[in-house]
């Protein structure tokens, strides 16, 4: 047997204590030296906009070394081991010189002290003339990296996608400084752009409702708020029950969806109306991110009569159309609709790329199931490349002191609602438990039908049951190794742990992966 298909067998992994082990103990000292900084807090804003980029490099360095060095050992290809092997010297040159470069930003040598030595509540600032000596060298570390990347080009399928979750997880006035400057270039990046947009909306969103709890609290208690009745021109389909209903305002063809709620004074009405008008805003702004996959929202009303709320949104389905519910198309399909292999891909990304999205700017759906994904369809002609994620009626920001509205009860629900999210006494809502509702749906992709026949009353029990290697077995068949690591990912509680953040945790280990599937 020859070394390269030994080398093959083993797989870059495998080999990083032999012909990659130089590589890899550079990469890691040049991964180093880009996190120094990241110990340091209450930092001058200009000297924390330089540990930010210098934070974003180190990211933009640690996908660009999944993409080329950490495969699993079994599925690394020939093609991959020959290219690293020739351009392995020039590599270990240019993350030297990134090394030497990196020593001249030693945090003790730029702000003249460690983080030890700063006094309580100081803020820690550039010493005299060493910001423009940082700037020049972090420069230079920046076009050495870039030309790492030129020979081995970054892998990620969606590379604005990357460089937003790496921009997320800074505060808004960082955020708004780093998207300034790669928007400044002149490039067109609209979901970046749109983002960022939705995150300054919902930020504002959020403190106007504080405001109103304010001026309320500071008021006479008890006083009524004004409900907007059933618009005129809003006409229902009869006899519509449920949680969706269909009519027509305008002539033009729309969907109102249903929030229930009990009679409430004071403080809670206000955040609950709030949280209303809230959410029909957010859902109703535009431009969104086309990666977005959400039905604009027109306004909502307050059915008094009936005690709901009525959200109504725009329908993309025109005369001789129909919105059907994948939950729908689950349920013994036809072979007509039956959507092929790359079609289901394009469905499990669209709606993770519209979970990511919203777990970025921190809101949570809370109503993420197979009802709630919907398609044009004419006859038995179905639009797979655009599924719409609604439900959005119990969404809420993702704050520590936000109310959770009770939500609706049924079985068929509960499927795709996380363990603890179920029974007494229930945990806070979190970001992991919509990921956790997409898992099932993804188990629901890969199936073709609905994961309802394997519930058993029991929520941990049915997780046990969707993570079975029975399961996992059959998943990866249809739909392939990294589809099936990606589903047990969002079931199995791995983004409880993480380090980072969910939502960037999420979109590289989920995300990524599904639109890869995409491209191969």
């Known amino acids: 047997m020859n070394s390269a298909f030994r080398a093959g067998q083993v797989g870059v992994a495998g080999l990083s204590l032999g012909a990659f082990s130089t590589t890899f103990d550079l990469i890691q000292s040049v991964k180093s030296g880009l996190s120094v900084w990241e110990r340091f807090s209450n930092l001058d ?7 930010t980029q210098l934070l974003l490099q180190k990211d933009i360095l640690d996908s660009w070394l999944r993409d080329w060095y950490g495969q699993p050992a079994h599925r690394v290809s020939m093609g991959k081991l020959r290219i690293l092997r020739t351009h392995d010297n020039t590599i270990q040159s240019t993350l030297r010189s990134v090394q030497s470069e990196l020593s001249k930003l030693e945090p003790m040598h730029i702000l003249g002290k460690d983080r030890g030595q700063a006094t309580a509540g100081e803020r820690m600032k550039w010493t005299a003339g060493q910001k423009h000596n940082a700037e020049s060298t972090l420069a230079k570390v920046e076009a050495l990296l870039r030309g790492l990347y030129m020979i081995l080009p970054l892998q990620s399928p969606h590379p604005e996608a990357s460089i937003l979750a790496l ?8 955020l708004t400084r780093m998207a300034n400057e790669l928007l400044g270039e002149g490039e067109s990046l609209p979901l970046i752009e749109r983002t960022i947009e939705l995150c300054r909306l919902r930020q504002k969103l959020d403190e106007d409702l504080d405001k109103r709890i304010a001026e309320f609290k500071s008021s006479i208690p008890g006083r009524n708020l004004s409900n907007a009745s059933i618009p005129t021109d809003l006409l229902v389909e009869e006899g519509a029950a449920g949680s969706r209903s269909w009519g ?14 009990q009679l409430s004074q004071g403080q809670r009405a206000i955040l609950l109306r709030g949280r209303n008008d809230n959410l029909a805003r957010m859902l109703h702004a535009t431009p969104k991110p086309d990666e977005m996959v959400t039905l604009q929202c027109i306004g909502y009303f307050d059915d008094v009569q009936h005690k709901r709320y009525g959200f109504v949104f725009a329908s993309p ?3 001789g159309e129909e919105m059907v519910s994948l939950n729908r198309l689950l349920n013994k399909p036809p072979p007509e609709e039956l959507p092929s292999l790359e079609q289901r891909y394009q469905v499990a990304y669209s709606l993770g790329m519209t979970l990511w999205i919203l777990l970025s700017i921190d809101w949570l759906h809370k109503g993420i199931r197979s009802h709630n994904v919907l398609f044009v369809s004419r006859g038995h002609d179905i639009c797979w490349t655009r599924p719409y994620l609604c439900g959005f009626a119990y969404s809420r920001p993702d704050k520590p002191d936000e109310i959770s509205e009770k939500l609706e009860h049924s079985e068929r ?3 795709y609602r996380h363990p603890l999210a179920q029974g007494q006494p229930q945990e806070s809502y979190r970001k992991t438990f919509d990921i956790y509702n997409f898992g099932v749906i993804l188990f629901e992709i890969g199936t073709w039908a609905t994961a309802f026949p394997l519930w058993n009353h029991d929520a941990a029990a049915f997780r046990r049951e969707l993570c079975k290697p029975s399961n996992q077995k059959r998943i990866a068949h249809r739909m392939g190794v990294d589809y099936r690591d990606a589903m047990i990912k969002c079931l199995d509680g791995s983004f409880e742990s993480q380090e980072t953040s969910v939502s960037k945790a999420f979109f590289v280990e989920v995300v990524e992966v599904l639109r890869r599937q995409l491209l191969e």
Do not use: C, H, S, T
């Not at 804003?45 to 540990?51: A, C, E, L, M």
């Not at 729309?254 to 929030?259: G, H, R, S």
């Open 248 to 261: 027509k305002r305008d002539g033009k063809p729309v969907m109102v969806e249903w929030k229930n709620y």
């Open 413 to 415: 629900f509960n499927v």
């Open 167 to 174: 921009l997320l997880q800074n505060g808004p006035p960082i």
């Open 317 to 319: 389905a025109v005369e």
């Open 45 to 51: 804003n200009d000297v924390d906009f330089f540990k």
